[in-house]
Each structure stands twice: as structure tokens, then as C-alpha cells.
């Protein structure tokens, strides 16, 4: 970080606290101070490279509402995270290791954060954040609960059922399969989920491996037969079978009801 700011630096960092700012465009600095584009580019540059503003995209940057003291700034996710979002008009939810660790079925902290959204695919930095953003069709967003952070943002995560159908039809994507059985179960058990959820969930986002896997989980646990023909009516006849276990060899018994493979534990 820059120790010494040089005067522009110094009066547009106090424009932006005056005003209760945190994101701006190129523009709106150069209007605020009159400059030039170029030499509001610049000045933003500067601040960029010296960790006292992040920059979202080109020409639009989040700054602190203080400066920090002695150290360098970066946003903090959920910050960031909707920065991006709002600019592109995107709605989205946090998902996958973020919602698996949100629900305590994971200890493990994600280094970086994972979102599905309508509108980007790849991944961004933004100041110190990391993310891997998932475009899927507008269809698949939804289940979703929020939640507030200390810096009075509004973070969307996947609703704990729906994370673990994710778990179940994003398991490539996550490396969560096996383990998500035993998640499911441990949620059923506890109480934290029902029956009638997974179904409807599984059903309106998961694909026909989704609820081939889930209605093998469902009917091995106990499920009521009525609940399983919900399932069961959405798969066509098939003499093609998936392994319940992706990865390992497709050697086991057959579950001819649910086109599935057992190789693995059930």
C-alpha cells in the first residue's frame, strides 16, 4: 500500500467517504474531480495497484468506507460477489463447498466462493476474493435463502435441501459424491430436511441421474411408496444403467427400478 497519497489520490478517497460511496465508475470520478477519462482511468489504476480501491471490471471499482490503517483493502466476498452481480444484472446463490460448509456438512473454509448465476461463466478476482462463477439457465435458480452480513450486504445461498440435491446432480463439479449420501441421511435423520422437499427439489432441478441417485437413496431409507412413484414417473424405461458411485469400476448388484448400479455402499 502506498504510504503517502499524492493529491488527487487523497481528495477523490475523500469525495468517496464523504458521500458514503463504495462502488464508482471511471466516470464518476472524472466527473467529480474534472478530469479527463484518461486521467480518471488512471487515477483509479493507481489506487488499484496500491490496494486502496478493487477493481470489479474495467471502469467500476469498490473502495473502504474508511481507510484502512497501515495495510492494505480488499472487499469482503458477499461485497464483491454482489458488486459484480448488480453490474451485470444477474441474479444468483452461493452453492456447492460455500453452502456445504454454510449447513455444517463440511468444516473445511472454501478458499473461494461459488456461485450459479444467469448471466457469467468463469473466474473473477476482485481485490483478495476468488471467485468461480457457474452460468446456468434462469430455470435452474432458485431455493434459496439470505442472509445478512456486518457490512450490511445481503448474501443468497441455496437453501439447505437444494444444496444437497447440488451435491447429488453437481457431484463432478464438487467431488461430493459419496459423500452426500451420508449427508442426506444425517439431514433426514436430524430432522433438517424431509422427504417431500428432496423430491420436489430433485424433481425441478436435478437431472435423470439426479433422480435415479436420489430415489435409490429414498427408497433404501424407507420412503413411502407414493412419494417414490413421484420419482419414478419422471424416468423413462431404460435399459442403460449409472453407477451409484461415478468413478468407480461398474461392477455390483443392479437396481433395475432405478437404472443404478450399486458399487459402492447403499
Known amino acids: 500500500m502506498k504510504r503517502r497519497l499524492g493529491q ?13 460511496k463504495r462502488a464508482v465508475r471511471t466516470e464518476e470520478a472524472a466527473e467529480a474531480l474534472g478530469l479527463s477519462r484518461e486521467q480518471a482511468r488512471e487515477l483509479l489504476s493507481r489506487l488499484s495497484r496500491s490496494r486502496l480501491v478493487a477493481r470489479v471490471r474495467p471502469g467500476l471499482y469498490l473502495a473502504p468506507a474508511r481507510l484502512p490503517l497501515g495495510g492494505a483493502w480488499t472487499p469482503d466476498e458477499i461485497m464483491a460477489l454482489n458488486a ?7 441474479r444468483y446463490q452461493i452453492c456447492g463447498p460455500n453452502a ?6 463440511v468444516d473445511q473454509v472454501p478458499a473461494r466462493i461459488y456461485a450459479y448465476n444467469d448471466r457469467i461463466s468463469g473466474r473473477r478476482t476482485i481485490g483478495s476474493v476468488e471467485l468461480t462463477l457457474i ?9 434459496t ?14 437453501s439447505r435441501a437444494r444444496t444437497l440435491i447440488d451435491a447429488v446432480y453437481d457431484w463432478s463439479r464438487f467431488d461430493s459424491l459419496p459423500r452426500a449420501y451420508g449427508w442426506i441421511r444425517d439431514e433426514l435423520d436430524a430432522g433438517r430436511v424431509d422427504v417431500a422437499s ?13 433422480i435415479r441417485r436420489i430415489g435409490v437413496l429414498l427408497e433404501r431409507r424407507g ?27 461398474k461392477r455390483g448388484k443392479a437396481d433395475l427400478r432405478w437404472g443404478v448400479v450399486l458399487n459402492g455402499p447403499a
Open 8 to 20: 488527487r489520490e487523497a481528495q477523490f478517497l475523500a469525495y468517496l467517504q464523504l458521500r458514503r
Open 84 to 90: 459484480l452481480m448488480r453490474d451485470r444484472g444477474a
Open 100 to 105: 456445504f460448509n454454510r449447513y455444517g456438512l
Open 135 to 143: 452460468r446456468v439457465a434462469p430455470a435452474r435458480l432458485g431455493a
Open 145 to 158: 435463502e439470505s442472509a445478512r452480513t456486518a457490512e450490511g450486504e445481503t448474501a443468497v445461498y441455496s
Open 198 to 210: 428432496l423430491i420436489r427439489l430433485a424433481l425441478r432441478y436435478g437431472d435423470v441421474g439426479t
Open 223 to 249: 420412503a413411502e411408496e407414493v412419494a417414490l412413484r413421484r420419482l419414478e414417473r419422471r424416468l423413462a424405461a431404460t435399459s442403460s444403467l449409472i453407477p451409484w458411485v461415478p468413478g468407480l469400476p
